[in-house]
């Protein structure tokens, strides 16, 4: 897997020192972005040039379209594994790092891949697209940005009471090379910036059942245990910390762990949770530049407007929580469904769906798909749970197999997938996909 990642550096190493621009195309999540960000600062840094894009999905004609552009070396960040077939048709060199499940064709000599199935690695836990990004440039001896790399993978979810596999190797690069600071500390979110009862709303992972996406449980619950509630975790008295500190722990004892610090940075990014939250939700805003110049180390006014989307989604996100609160979810016998045309909701329904099932808004046993439409299509957004992923559920497959039905296209992770399908499909599509999660739990 290193060796892998050793070649991939290698190949941009050439470029750069042949002074080709290098053309980077990522995914638009928190860990798609930090990806790109990855690569680019390192080509940057080594005098390089490079022209990076977000998109939120890859599909056939984008790599058509890539395919023509006029570069000498193309790098796909956080996607690209499962595109082998059509990116073998690429003339130029090629460097994928990803850590989604890789189609089973050969990829070409031009191509180096870099994902750690590919070596029998689980991408889902160990190693996330902005982990494969970092080890491709990993030779280029630039460890803070291992930072980056693991804002990625805590957006990826990949943190679960520690690092494990690759991610530790990364987090010890961030370590040794006095970059990163761990210890222990509340884990609830923009705590040096946030009123206590909104860092308490706000904190997604991990989760606070009863707490997590409404202010008015988490300002209840804060005048019940007699902790102030208007003001920042940080100006509490000692015995207000102390105090909260055991209430939260008796809520989830996971509030209390490893805070990852970054000294030097701005407040606004310090921790890494944050940081990896404000990527996502510009991410989620749609705003791919802003998202990627942060990513890059720009500050000042870019970072403002970085808070800004962030306040913003979790706005909606305490919106979305409180609509399913109110609507609930449709039922088949072996899956629930959420449904919206909301054009603020459409775009956070997989958050909704993945953070709803850990606090509670959603019965455990049945993955969650929420569908949301944009014009004539449908975007499906699967999630479910480790212990249903350890009962045989597979979503990416399911929702693989479900959309090809349709002429759609699918995958993702087993734990989180998504699909697109044409909106006639709907009601057939969901059948579908409560018979294949039935057989997965039959079947395994
Ligand atoms: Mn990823």
Known sequence: MLNRGNEAC??????????????????????????AGVIATGIKEEGG????????RLKSDVIKEVQRENYNLFVFSDMGSAFIDEINHFNKDVVIADHHQPSDAQSNDNIIHVNP?????????HLSGSGSSYLAIRNLNRQHLAILALVGAIGDMQYNNGFTGVNKLILEDAISSGHLEVFESLKIASKDQESLFKSIAYTLNPPLKGLTGSFEESTGFLEKIG?????????????EQDALKDALININPEIFGEVFYVAKEEAALRNLEDFSSI???????????????????ERGQALDSGVKQLNTYRNQLIKGFDWIRREGAIENEYIQSVYSEDKHLKLIIG????????????????????????QKDLKISARTTRKMVNKGVNLSKAMNDASLNFGGQGGGHDIAAGAMIPYEAKDNFLNIVNDIIESQLNNS
Request: with cysteine.
């Open 10 to 35: 290698a190949v941009i190493k050439k470029h750069i020192d042949n002074g080709d621009i290098i053309r980077i195309i990522s995914h638009n999540d928190s860990d798609g972005i930090s990806a």
């Open 117 to 125: 199935h590919l070596f029998g690695i689980d991408g889902s836990k």
């Open 227 to 239: 902790v102030s509630y208007g003001i920042k975790f940080s100006d509490l008295e000692g015995e």
């Open 49 to 56: 040039q490079f022209h990076a894009t977000i998109i939120p």
């Open 351 to 374: 958050t909704i769906a993945g953070v709803g099932l850990s606090i509670g808004l959603f019965n455990p046993e049945k993955p969650v798909i929420g569908i949301s439409r944009f």
């Open 279 to 297: 990527l996502d939700a510009c991410g989620k805003n749609k705003k791919y530049g802003l998202a990627l110049s942060i990513a890059l180390g």
